[in-house]
């Protein structure tokens, strides 16, 4: 839960009368046996849950502006933000923590959190009521990715130099907090970002942002990797946006899936593609007539969900306003093998609303994704991938997002997090 997920969450829209009857009925596709987790997402009044698919939504935490609900690994815990300001809550809704912090990120394997302190990282964990930090991991801040094991973390900092800034991509063993880190990447006016850690732990990914430039991280970084022991470090020879949901690491842990192009703007120049991770090489799932985003990589390891749109013309030059929102009112969910030689296929066609952010099951059968209506509601639906027939499970969320977010980004994350039950 990187500091940038602390927006305050705003406006929640009307609740329409359908949206309402949806949220109050049973899913009568989808049996008790189909258990498929919970969700925890916020709405203008505050934080909830609902087991999908067929539970009641509970309201857990009230109050406005709440963002980035996050589970525990063990499901038991949420987060979330007010603000600057961090609360922990139980699941049943008993009271963990409250304390103003920067940002938050749980562990991979256990209930602990790390928190952004005054020198390093602070871990919070339930076995002291959350009073108090229980330990420190001097020197790192967030955000961090961890090893597949869970006991190392790689992260970026900053440190000062003769000749201005270094950026730097470090590595630190957990079970050795107080350790000086493995300085794995330093360069001179450059900063190191920790995108991810490759399924056999070999290899770390990260972004490289040129003169520290959030004008270029907002156009997209480039990609590079570097051996865990922080050798070799070499580019990927693609770009990417610098969002999470950007990327999608398959369950073997060996490809991975991207929104490659540059450019802020996700109405064009963006396109589905798999990097094998131990060659390096790029096979593109969609075609430049086409913009496509978020690609999500069903558990089952074979199919790519991914949300995508008509591309604009040959040399057209759409920079926003009403061009933009008609290109992405056509934005759609479909699937597709993971092969260059696939042909996608649509899942979702209603003509009354724009379809994105795709997340799998963990059973690989069924699919959450948000929708944002023409009056700007965005809520959450679920459907079955093979046999498509969506029904809302939550919402109109609380956003006061417009449709064009930032250059046609939405970040669902900031309001809906799914407890599947294992940690992700």
């Not at 809520?379 to 991938?385: D, G, I, K, V």
């Not at 969320?397 to 250059?407: A, I, P, Q, R, V």
Request: proline content about 5%; some cysteine.
């Amino acid at each position: 839960m990187p500091s940038s997920h602390n927006e305050g969450m705003r406006r929640r829209a009307f609740l329409c009368s359908a949206g309402s009857a949806a949220l109050g009925l049973a899913l009568p596709c989808w049996g008790a046996e189909a258990a498929l987790g919970t969700i925890a997402f916020i709405e203008r009044d505050g934080l909830w849950i609902r087991d999908l698919p067929n539970g009641k939504p509970e309201r857990l935490a009230g109050g406005a502006a709440l963002a980035s609900p996050r589970f525990s690994p063990s499901g038991q815990w949420i987060a979330y933000f007010q603000g600057d300001v961090l609360y922990v809550i139980a699941r049943d809704g008993g009271k963990g923590m409250r304390r103003h912090a920067a940002g938050a990120q749980w562990f991979l394997n256990r209930d602990e959190l790390l928190v952004d302190g005054m020198a390093g990282l602070d871990v919070f964990t339930p076995a002291n009521g959350w009073r108090e930090a229980s330990r420190r991991v001097a020197h790192a801040r967030l955000p961090v990715v961890f090893s597949p094991q869970g006991t190392v973390i790689a992260y970026g900092d900053t440190v000062n130099s003769s000749g201005g800034r270094t950026g730097r991509l470090c590595r630190l063993a957990l079970d050795k907090p107080e350790s000086e880190p493995k300085v794995l990447v330093s360069k001179d006016s450059s900063a190191q970002f920790p995108c991810m850690w490759s399924g056999d732990g070999k290899q770390i990914l990260f972004w490289e942002d040129p003169d520290f430039s959030a004008s270029l991280m907002a156009d997209g970084l480039e990609l590079f990797r570097v051996s865990a022991d922080g050798e070799s470090a070499k580019s990927m020879g693609v770009s990417t946006l610098v969002h999470n949901d950007m990327l999608s690491l398959s369950p073997d842990g060996a490809r991975l899936a991207i929104t490659a192009g540059g450019g802020r703007e996700e109405w064009e120049q963006k396109r589905i593609a798999v990097i094998d991770l131990n060659t390096a090489e790029i096979s593109r799932l969609t075609d430049d007539r086409t913009a496509a985003v978020c690609p999500s990589w069903c558990p089952r390891g074979d199919r790519i969900a991914f949300a995508a749109a008509p591309a604009p013309g040959t040399g057209a030059a759409v920079g926003g306003g009403e061009p933009a929102r008609r290109l992405l009112e056509k934005r759609r969910i479909y699937m597709s093998g993971v092969s260059g030689t696939s042909t996608a296929r649509q899942l979702t066609n209603d003509g009354l609303y724009r379809d994105e952010e795709p997340m799998w099951s963990a059973d690989g059968r069924h699919i959450l994704f948000g929708r944002i209506d023409r009056g700007n509601n965005q809520t959450l639906w679920l459907m079955e991938a093979e046999s498509p027939s969506p029904i809302q499970v939550a919402g109109p969320l609380g956003s006061d997002e417009t449709w064009f977010g930032y250059y046609g980004y939405i970040d669902w994350r900031t309001m809906v997090d799914w407890y599947q039950g294992a940690a992700r």
